[in-house]
């Protein structure tokens, strides 16, 4: 479900109602990029979209991806309730009266419900793409550079003779010594499709209000932001 253009709550709201005529129930629902600042900075609860996805999960991101609205079927999945803590490096935005959880997961926190989300088929990754290249070719967008996990980069490779559209992948840090492999057995890719780095989220975002600061933000004097890579683990 596309959320850009949504510029006011009741439009979110309709964008569901509508959407949700052609989804088969259990279907999970995602996507979203959505941004709360079009209509004054109230945050989407999981209460606006209920009534129209009682018989599917549904999880859908930010603008910045640093912040996602899950229904209140896609929590129970995920088992998250009023007594869950916050995970490192993430918030479950709470209700101030009744501490239950409004659907507004930030950053780390959005992973208990993704991890939920059944892969994609090699088929239907295939067809994402074909779908993507044609849509960018139709907007004279020639090149991009994606931010991608290790089978989205695999699904490029697989197709790297039929691609349309110049693709720069940096998989997820987690992936770096897959990555230093790749490039040892196929160099850094060609004119079409490269790879020569990694992307890591080290803190939020300024629109989440978790980007890392030294003070708390002045709208909101309970945070100053928070981390997301709590282990040097990762790193080594």
């Known amino acids: 479900i596309d959320l850009h253009s949504a510029i006011t709550p009741d439009v979110f709201k309709h964008r569901f109602k509508s959407y949700m005529k052609n989804i088969e129930p259990n279907e999970w629902v995602t996507g979203g990029n959505w ?11 999981r209460q606006w979209i209920d009534e129209y996805t009682v018989d599917n999960p549904v999880l ?3 603008v910045d991806g640093h912040m996602a609205l899950a229904n209140s079927k896609a929590l129970e999945i ?3 309730n009023k007594h869950t803590s916050d995970p490192k490096g993430g918030v479950i935005v709470r209700d ?3 501490g ?22 090699v088929e239907k990754r295939n067809r994402i793409l074909n779908t993507a290249m044609k849509h960018a070719a139709s ?23 039929s691609l349309t559209l ?10 770096w010594k897959r990555l230093i492999q790749l490039v040892r057995e196929d160099g850094y890719g060609d004119n079409y499709l490269r790879w020569s780095g990694i992307k890591a989220m080290v803190d939020g975002s300024l629109g989440s209000r978790t980007a890392w600061m030294y003070d708390p933000y002045l709208d909101d004097n309970t945070t100053s932001g928070l981390v997301r890579i709590t282990d040097t683990i990762d790193f080594k």
């Open 100 to 121: 239950m959880p409004t659907g507004i997961l930030k950053d780390n926190a959005i992973a208990l419900v993704s991890v939920r989300i059944p892969e994609n088929t």
């Open 96 to 98: 101030s009266k009744t």
């Open 139 to 161: 907007v004279g967008i020639t090149q991009i550079h994606d931010m991608c996990s290790w089978k989205d980069l695999n699904t490029y490779r697989e197709n790297k003779n």
């Open 78 to 80: 995920a088992g998250i």
């Open 60 to 62: 859908v991101s930010r």
């Open 35 to 45: 941004d709360h600042e079009h209509w004054g900075g109230l945050l989407p609860t």
């Open 166 to 175: 110049r693709i720069f992948a940096l998989p997820w840090y987690t992936n």
